[in-house]
């Protein structure tokens, strides 16, 4: 801006964006789907500093400084998201218009004011906190547009050309946080600097401090619960090889399934990990029916219905049959060396597309994939053969 020394900076860096590395989730908000495109905008105050000290003494006689140093700011953007740490934004933003009256005695007075806008590209990196709370830091590219007049009345003289302007590309940095309603939209708060060509041969900072609404396209989010449902067991007959031949057995592999369709049994609440009481009677009862039963392996297994990412769906599913592993062995008294588990997320379900339509998790949609939301205990055992 003219009769601008460089635009003092006016807050200093906002804190170090600090790593949280053992808290970074998949969430299923932030990271329900770990790519996707988005759009969003976010409105609040630019500030800058002007530069009175310089701008006085070029003035005759008295001086009285008046600044308009506080504007209302908007920036509006878009940005692809490539995994759940990085993304590239880009986007249009308005720093508003900032000015200055200096009134001199004997009379006169100059008036100046600068508004400034442009486009920017950044890099945009991501710590999830929590499910819901995300840490982000953005540094990248701005050109910016700086419109520059003045005007002066009386014994003032404009030292200026009237009406300057420049086009200059310089860098553009921030940091900021964010919350997610749903799985489709969130809200930020965002503090950034831009680095400005005020038109008339100086350079500064101003800083923007905004919140804002980012909607996010193609997401979802997991629902996930898991129930009880006992089938009949599957028996295999292998026959041992020879020679020697051994004498003949019969290898027998029951599959005990505690699914979604029992509200009665219900081994976890919606979207936890911690075995419920009725969950832990159900084992109890199961794990009661092993007792004296010639058994060489249980394997657990845990499946999700196909609501939310593929890596969320995994990591609940392997966290149940983890719970469940450790209540049969601790509580259950089931051998450690016999028993094992593993998670395969949304892996073969037993409803059909054709059976189960949508994507939100409505809970006529989650009733429909009750089926695929299971715990799978499979018991492997010898017995002769008769």
């Not at 009769?3 to 906002?14: E, L, W």
């Amino acid at each position: 801006m003219n009769n601008m020394k460089k635009i003092k900076k006016v807050a200093k860096t906002v804190g170090a964006l600090g790593l949280v590395g053992c808290a970074a989730m998949n969430s299923p908000f932030a990271m329900a789907d770990d790519t996707f495109w988005y759009l969003g905008g976010n409105v609040g105050q630019s500030r800058a500093r002007i530069d009175d000290a310089r701008i006085t003494p070029q003035l005759p006689g008295s001086v009285t400084m008046k600044d308009d140093n506080h504007k209302t700011a908007f920036k509006l953007f878009g940005g692809y998201q490539f995994n759940k740490n990085f993304a590239l934004e880009a986007g249009y933003f308005n720093l508003g218009k900032f000015g200055y009256t200096a009134t001199t005695v004997p009379a006169g007075s100059l008036t100046g004011n600068i508004k400034l806008q442009g486009l920017n590209i950044d890099a945009v990196g991501i710590v999830p906190i929590s499910d819901k709370f995300s840490a982000f830091a953005r540094l990248g590219y701005q050109y910016a547009q700086a419109k520059d007049d003045f005007t002066s009345t009386g014994v003032v003289p404009t030292p200026w050309d009237a009406s300057p302007s420049k086009k200059a590309g310089n860098y553009e940095a921030g940091v900021g946080l964010q919350y997610d309603f749903n799985q489709s939209l969130g809200m930020r708060a965002e503090a950034e600097r831009y680095r400005i060509d005020d038109a008339v041969g100086n350079r500064g900072d101003i800083n923007m401090y905004s919140v804002g609404l980012v909607y996010r396209f193609a997401q979802h989010k997991p629902a996930p619960v898991e129930k009880v449902l006992m089938p009949e067991p599957v028996v295999v007959v292998v026959t041992a090889p020879a020679p020697p031949p051994p004498p003949p057995v019969v290898i027998v592999v029951t599959k005990v399934i505690f699914s979604a369709d029992s509200d009665a049994d219900a081994l976890f609440d919606f979207g936890k990990t911690t075995l419920k009481p009725t969950g832990k009677r159900a084992l109890d009862k199961f794990a009661a029916e092993l007792k004296g039963a010639d058994y060489n392996v249980v394997t657990i297994t845990g499946y999700t219905d196909r609501i939310g990412s593929n890596a969320y769906n995994k990591k609940l599913s392997t966290e149940r049959a983890d719970a469940v592993k450790a209540y049969l062995v601790g509580s259950a008294g089931i051998p450690s060396n016999k028993i094992s588990s593993r998670g395969l997320g949304e892996s073969n379900p037993l409803t059909k597309p054709s059976e189960c339509k949508g994507k939100k998790a409505t809970p006529k949609l989650k009733a429909c994939l009750s089926p695929d939301r299971r715990v799978e205990v499979e018991v492997t055992g010898t017995r002769p053969a008769k």
